[in-house]
């Protein structure tokens, strides 16, 4: 069976204010109960902040590790 991730992200900063961010996340707890009702639902679960992230990544046969997040942006998706 194929699987697939919703990912969800916002950038940098602070989050939105409320009356921004209560209907987005009513939204995606809507999608939540949908998938479960269907029973297609996984898991959900959040990351830490990007300025915690180490990369890993094979390098002619060495293992190279970098500190920081895989890409310089105002937004980050990955981690998973």
């Given at each position: 069976m194929k699987q697939y991730m919703l990912s969800i992200y916002q950038p940098d900063g602070d989050p939105p204010p409320s009356e921004?961010?209560?209907?987005?996340?009513?939204?995606?707890?809507s999608v939540n109960a949908e998938m479960k009702a269907a029973g297609v639902w996984v898991f959900t679960g959040g990351v830490h902040p990007p300025d915690t992230a180490t990369v890993v990544?094979?390098?002619?046969?060495?293992?190279?590790?970098?500190?920081?997040?895989?890409?310089?942006?105002?937004?980050?998706?990955?981690?998973?």
């Open positions: 921004v961010l209560e209907p987005i996340m009513r939204d995606i707890e990544r094979a390098v002619d046969g060495e293992v190279l590790v970098t500190d920081g997040p895989f890409a310089e942006g105002k937004e980050h998706v990955g981690g998973f």
